[in-house]
């Protein structure tokens, strides 16, 4: 099953690569067709989970470099598929979002890029996290590269730079974390499971500290947290849109899911130890990210920027070390992978229509084009974490769990500025671009326009309205690494 | 099998140097003989794994004789098979070249198996003095003599200081077979044999370019048919680095720790120069010098540590930059056929002139830049493994802080290959040989970064040995 997921959509890029189509007709069709088949299979999956026992399930291990003690090992729980179902229906939308696009190759990044993310999220080995990972890096380097905006070679460059500079060191900490968990484990091995059961005694190595931040970085880095963001509002206003999509829906993900997954659970003890100087980290991110959006003039780089703000909510939530603050990061990255994603797509559109990106050249978009200025609209309230829809759950779980830990109680009062500011920023985007009498005519949304906006549409709605759909999944993920951060603190 | 192989070799090598002006019309013929020797050796390989003892004091039979007969026999028929890539084969004759990679091979294969410190010289002698020949192949331009003349200029100097090492050695233990010399240095060495060994590293450095013994290699690359810069960039190192492996573990006795050290050292400051050096490159050939530089940088950290992991992250490097590099050269080679430049600006837009020569570029390079999913990402990951068991910490994070800066230089040959814009926008053929040839080679990279188990369990047996 997971196989499945990870390894159909890389097969399905070599074959759309290979297609002789100069058109791209089938490369298109058969991405969708791809994108919505491992969509069924991973919602199959996630309907399918079992909440009560919790636990992974799809789990596949293959004995793949025994020397080393790594093997290739996959599953899934509650953490991560609420991510693995979420990248194929984003690779669906994103591909939708590119119907007018002629280059096979594009499609088949895109489903290069859908199954490595899968695998980030599916992998249960370090050296098989680390493999996908890095894999995610090249088809979003040449899919900014090649199809980005104007200074796409400049922000494709410090995309895979600061990239790579946070995973070399992670690397470095895995391979440091396996060979000095040896001891305890009786032989080098890079199975997460085997080395979450010695986490107790990883706490206790001397260099657990320098560890610790071998990980962060990287996670921090694509989280990005203030001031490791600086990449992220070249490559999300330069790439195209279905890349942005990508990244902000997805790959920003890597970075929070991945402090969950690894820094929490392999090092709770510096997580603790660390947790005022990440606290004060996403403070940071949250006000500087939301006072930042308040002064951009291009309209894409103001979504990109106030996911900065966004991704803060994240790692506050995570900073707390509590239930309700993990509960309140995960939902928040789905949330915002959806809303982001919701939004990127619209301003894709819009910039497609006005060959411009600069709000001030831009008015009156609900008069012009009513479907697409409404869905924009809802957008961009959902970006301001309007109660009602699914950035709100996120924001406020966050902020909550923040509030009730010691470290980052005092902190959780200035955030409420960056939600003051950041509300601020996107009204004012709403007046200035949505309302108002427009100057020339638009193009209104098309049908696969629609249905590329539709699901998410839907899903942001769901998820501020239904929180069960997603929260007991959320539960059955955090539950047992709140436990263990319990004992091993003891 | 290991004396067969010997034999077939140098027989192999003589006959086809002697007919060889009497194909001239014909280069298919030869190939193909070189080709069925060097697959015949090939399969022999791997029985002349199974073998053990001492060939007349001189030669060692067994496992590590068999990983060095494969893996320089791939080496040996890739180059055969690359041959064909020029229509109508080299103006000075293809059967010579044939002739000479195949001693150069033989060469190589008695480096690694030799027992005694003279035959150990005399094969690296064979080996080296094919490579002087292959590289100033291209004599028609000023540039092929030129690299000629530095090369053997500058592998001289390093023959000299080998021999005198050797020398001081021989001082010191009044022997030249390896295991005497062991047992002579067991009690740990004295100055003069530090001097020695020291000397002894010094004049291998200089084959394996590493840093500050590179000087000639750029050069060297960039002078010869991208053909024979291959083969100078895989076929002396594969034999040099697991002959490296033998000195340690079977001549060096007691102060084998000492040499490892300055290997790890030479390894270091290869790693790091060759990297930032390999930033300023605008020639292709230059650049894969100074990626060379960089690759025998990361294999020799592995050879440092002289454990299990590191001496099977060395085979396996061998074996995934065998079909890596061999595989760009080759493109190289065919590009230059056509009359396109080995330079960055040449290659501008050829994504967009050949996109499946671009696809199979990047493969190349990507397996290069160590990236997962590829050959090249897990002979890294084996020598950092390595380096983490030996808890080198410093080693591991220089080592993979470069690997950022590798991935520089390597992305910037896929942005000319891909972003850039070409002056010529035509369609560049390639020659249906060429093409599945680079495939294959393109889909080894990748079959052996997915499924490397038998290959890292055949190393894995056959390396043991050394500890």
């Known amino acids: ?490 | 099998m290991t004396l067969a192989v010997i034999v077939l070799l140098a027989l192999g090598g003589l006959v086809l140097a002697l007919v060889a002006p009497n194909f001239d019309e014909a280069p298919g013929v030869l190939g193909t003989l070189a080709g069925t020797v060097f697959g015949a050796t090939l399969l022999l390989g791997f029985f002349a794994a199974g073998e053990s003892g001492v060939l007349y004091g001189a030669v060692t039979l067994g496992p590590l004789t068999g990983v060095a007969i494969v893996l320089l026999s791939l080496a040996g028929l890739l180059v055969a098979a690359g041959a064909t890539i020029r229509d109508g084969g080299f103006a000075l004759g293809t059967g010579e070249v044939h002739a000479m990679v195949m001693w150069g091979v033989l060469g190589g294969i008695l480096l690694v198996a030799s027992a005694h410190l003279l035959i150990f010289y005399l094969a690296l002698e064979l080996s080296a003095y094919s490579t002087y020949v292959l590289v100033g192949y291209d004599r028609e331009r000023r540039f092929g003599t030129e690299a000629a003349a530095k090369y053997m200029m500058l592998g001289a100097v390093g023959s000299a200081l080998l021999l005198f090492g050797m020398a001081l050695v021989y001082a010191e233990t009044t022997s030249l077979g390896y295991a005497a010399i062991a047992a002579g240095l067991a009690g740990g060495p004295s100055a003069l044999a530090l001097g020695g060994l020291a000397l002894m590293l010094v004049g291998l450095g200089f084959k394996l370019a590493w840093v500050p013994f590179h000087a000639w290699a750029p050069d060297a690359y960039q002078g010869a048919f991208p053909l024979m810069a291959g083969f100078l960039s895989v076929a002396p190192k594969t034999a040099l680095a697991l002959a490296l492996a033998v000195l340690l573990s079977r001549a060096f006795g007691g102060a084998g720790g000492v040499v490892a050290g300055w290997i790890g050292g030479l390894a270091l400051v290869s790693v790091v120069l060759g990297s930032l050096w390999a930033l300023l490159q605008t020639d292709l050939k230059r650049l894969l010098a100074y990626s060379t530089i960089v690759h025998m940088g990361f294999l020799g950290l592995g050879l440092a540590t002289a454990s299990l992991t590191g001496y099977v992250a060395v085979g396996y490097y061998l074996l995934a930059y065998i079909v890596t590099s061999l595989g760009l050269f080759f493109v190289l080679e065919a590009l230059e056929a056509r009359g396109l430049p080995s330079t960055l600006e040449a290659w501008r837009g050829l994504g967009r002139r050949n996109p499946l020569v671009g696809v199979l570029v990047a493969v190349f390079v990507l397996s290069l830049a160590g990236v997962p999913l590829l050959a090249g990402f897990l002979a890294k990951l084996y020598v950092f493994a390595a380096l983490a068991q030996a808890q080198s910490w410093a080693a591991l994070v220089v080592a993979v802080v470069m690997v950022v800066f590798g991935y520089y230089f390597y992305f910037r040959v896929l942005m000319a290959v891909f972003l850039e814009p070409a002056e010529d926008e035509a369609p560049l053929e390639f020659s249906p040989t060429a093409f599945s040839l680079v495939t294959l080679l393109a889909l080894a990279v990748v079959v052996l970064g997915l499924w490397p188990q038998p290959a890292l369990a055949w190393l894995q047996a056959a390396l043991a040995g050394l500890l």
Not at chain 1, 86 to 112: C, D, H, Q
Not at chain 1, 158 to 184: D, Q
């Open chain 1, 1 to 490: 099953m997971t196989l499945i997921l990870i390894f159909l959509p890389i097969l399905a890029a070599a074959l759309v690569g290979l297609l002789d189509d100069p058109r791209a007709e089938a490369a298109k069709r058969g991405a969708l067709m791809i994108a919505l088949v491992t969509l069924l299979a991973s919602l199959g999956a996630y309907l399918a989970y079992p909440l009560a026992s919790g636990g992974f399930v799809g789990e596949f291990k293959l004995e793949w470099l025994p020397l080393v003690g790594s093997s290739f090992h996959v599953g899934l729980d509650g953490l991560s598929l609420p991510f693995v179902t979420l990248t194929p229906l984003l690779t669906a939308v994103s591909v939708l979002a590119s119907w007018r696009k002629t280059e096979k190759g594009f499609f088949a990044l895109m489903l290069l890029l859908q199954g490595a993310l899968v695998g980030v999220f599916a992998a249960l080995d370090l050296i098989v996290f680390f493999l996908f990972f890095e894999a995610v890096l090249v088809p979003m380097y040449f899919k900014i590269a090649l199809w980005g905006y104007e200074q796409r070679r400049y922000a494709a460059v410090k995309f895979l730079i600061y990239s790579l500079v946070g995973s070399v060191f992670m690397l470095a900490a895995m391979l440091a974390t396996a060979y000095l968990a040896a001891p305890a484990l009786g032989r080098v091995s890079f199975d997460y499971l085997d080395l979450v059961s010695v986490a107790g005694y990883l706490a206790l190595l001397p260099a657990a500290g320098w560890l610790f931040w071998g990980f962060a970085l990287a996670f921090l880095i694509k989280l990005p947290a203030v001031p490791l963001h600086t990449w992220l509002p070249h490559a999300h206003t330069q790439a195209p849109t279905a890349g942005s999509i990508f990244l902000a829906g997805l790959l920003l993900k890597m970075g929070g899911y991945g402090l969950i997954r690894f820094n929490l659970a392999l090092f709770p003890g510096e997580l603790e130890r660390f947790a005022n100087l990440l606290a004060v980290v996403a403070l940071v991110s949250i006000v500087y990210g939301a006072y930042v959006t308040l002064a951009q003039r291009d309209l894409k780089r103001l979504i990109a920027n106030s996911s900065v703000n966004h991704m803060g909510y994240v790692l506050l939530g995570i900073a707390s070390m509590t239930a309700v603050g993990l509960h309140g990061a995960v939902y928040q990255m789905v949330a915002h992978g959806v809303i982001t994603g919701l939004m990127f797509l619209m301003v894709g559109l819009l910039a497609d229509r006005t060959h411009t990106r600069e709000i001030a050249a831009m008015k009156g978009v609900y008069n012009a084009a009513p479907k697409l200025g409404a869905v924009l609209w809802l957008a961009l309230l959902g970006g301001l974490g309007l109660p009602g829809l699914a950035g709100f759950l996120g924001e406020f779980q966050s902020l909550w769990g923040g509030f009730l830990a010691e470290v980052t109680r005092n902190y959780v009062w200035f955030a409420v500025f960056g939600i003051v500011i950041l509300a601020g920023a996107m009204l004012w985007t709403i007046q200035r671009v949505l309302l108002g009498k427009a100057e020339a005519a638009l193009d209104d949304l098309n049908a696969v326009e629609l249905a590329a906006a539709a699901p998410l549409v839907f899903l942001a709605v769901l998820l501020g309205l239904v929180p069960a759909a997603l929260t007991p999944w959320i539960d059955a993920g955090v539950q047992p690494l709140v436990t263990l951060l319990q004992e091993v603190l003891k």
